[in-house]
């Protein structure tokens, strides 16, 4: 393992994202989908152990010495579904309470229309 820790930036969490869930996805797919520096975050997530290279035996790896771009299929390892899943959840934590005071705004907003419309109409009546 890698010593220090990894900085997971936008690019770096979209790489992972897509890779959640999925097993083997090739070099070529993901350099074609997040450019050429994509071989730079792999490397470090297979570095810190968060995704592993399948070699052509079939066996996982995160040594990269033996990296094989034509040949290199990458999954995402337990620490690294691990880390895509506490992102979620604190992305939830985070918009949870704003989410809940924009619909209570909303529903201020619309009570108070009803008791003014309510009031209106009993002058008007009356």
Request: aromatic share 8%; net charge positive; proline share 4%.
């Amino acid at each position: 393992m890698f010593k220090g820790e990894l900085i997971i930036d936008k690019k770096t969490y979209k790489i992972m994202r897509y890779l959640y869930g999925k097993s083997d996805v090739p070099f070529s797919l993901l350099k074609k989908k997040f450019g050429e520096d994509s071989a730079l975050v792999v490397i470090g997530l297979c570095r810190h152990d968060y995704a592993a290279m399948r070699l052509p035996d079939g066996s996982l790896t995160t040594d990269l010495s033996s990296f094989l771009p034509d040949y290199g299929k990458f999954s995402l390892l337990i620490p690294g579904n691990k880390r895509v899943e506490e992102i979620r959840e604190n992305k939830v934590i985070a918009y949870t309470p704003l989410l809940l005071s924009a619909v209570s705004v909303i529903v201020s907003i619309v009570a108070l229309l009803v008791s003014v419309d309510g009031v209106l109409i009993n002058i008007v009546i009356q």
